[in-house]
């Protein structure tokens, strides 16, 4: 769980040791590395709370838990390569097609190590939307008549607004091509770092040249995505959205010993 502003300053890690029971009321969840949770403005964490879950949970703690072994369930693109994390599958671009992937209730989850074939930069279309400014909130705002920016979320005006990445971008692999897309966090790694607050801020200094070196350098570069599948209605049809949930460049030692295992799976 990601904690934002005076919530994670009373959270303090040195004034809570392992085994410290939280509660969360109003917490928001979201897809992103598989699922997540973060706090809001609206949010209330409470540290070791004298509820019956509470000491519930303590006595679990207290009697199994703590001996346990636990593992990350979200993974992060490397660990998908097959050697660790199972969890996320590695696939084709062309089993999205062949196994109707994202075609069921809940999203499917691969990995694909794919190459980006076409990410450019359009300046008529900036590849960004404005957020709201308050932590862990991001939604879409709009500027009213007065220039200040409102959020439906938080029901609230703000003088100034952040910009936040929202691209589209083709991968290749030797079966098929996708057309993906990505957020905010994504995007800049893909971006070698450059935020899009960075990037309007040069592209307003007139430097229309650096946004398009910038999306070039990108361009050709092979990436292990793991990706979210599922299918969604637009314009009265079903389409299989592929969207990036964490990339991360090829790691070509755990890459060859990954193929290697694929490899001995064949018992030639």
């Known amino acids: 769980m990601t904690v934002w502003g005076e919530q994670a300053e009373h959270l303090n890690p040195d004034r809570l040791?392992?085994?410290?029971?939280l509660a969360i009321k109003n917490a928001k969840t979201s897809d992103f590395s598989g699922v997540s949770l973060g706090t809001i403005s609206a949010s209330i964490v409470e540290a070791n709370p004298d509820i019956p879950e509470a000491h519930q949970l303590r006595g679990w703690w207290d009697s199994t838990g703590s001996s346990m072994q636990f593992s990350s369930i979200s993974g992060d693109g490397t660990r998908a390569?097959?050697?660790g994390d199972r969890l996320t599958e590695r696939k084709l671009f062309s089993s999205i097609r062949e196994e109707n992937l994202g075609m069921k209730d809940a999203a499917d989850f691969i990995t694909v190590k794919g190459t980006i074939t076409s990410l450019n930069f359009d300046q008529d279309r900036p590849p960004w939307y404005y957020a709201?400014?308050?932590?862990?909130?991001?939604?879409?705002?709009?500027?009213d008549p007065q220039g200040?920016?409102?959020?439906?979320k938080c029901n609230k005006a703000y003088?100034?607004?952040?910009?936040r990445y929202i691209l589209s971008l083709q991968a290749s692999d030797a079966t098929d091509s996708q057309w993906l897309s990505c957020f905010n966090d994504v995007a800049i790694s893909l971006l070698r770092g450059t935020s899009a607050i960075d990037l309007k801020a040069r592209l307003d200094n007139g430097e229309e040249s650096f946004a398009d070196n910038l999306f070039q350098e990108s361009n050709f570069q092979t990436f292990l995505f793991?990706?979210?599948?599922?299918?969604?209605?637009?314009?009265?049809?079903?389409?299989?959205?592929?969207?990036?949930?964490?990339?991360?460049?090829i790691d070509y030692a755990s890459e060859g010993k990954f193929l290697l295992s694929k490899i001995r799976e064949y018992g030639i």
Request: aromatic share 4%; hydrophobic share 25%.
């Open 159 to 163: 003088p100034d607004c952040e910009p």
């Open 81 to 83: 390569s097959g050697l």
């Open 17 to 21: 040791p392992e085994g410290s029971i």
């Open 148 to 152: 200040n920016w409102f959020c439906e």
């Open 132 to 143: 709201c400014p308050t932590a862990g909130c991001n939604k879409k705002v709009n500027q």
């Open 226 to 249: 793991r990706l979210r599948v599922k299918a969604e209605m637009r314009q009265d049809a079903q389409k299989v959205k592929s969207t990036i949930m964490s990339c991360s460049p």
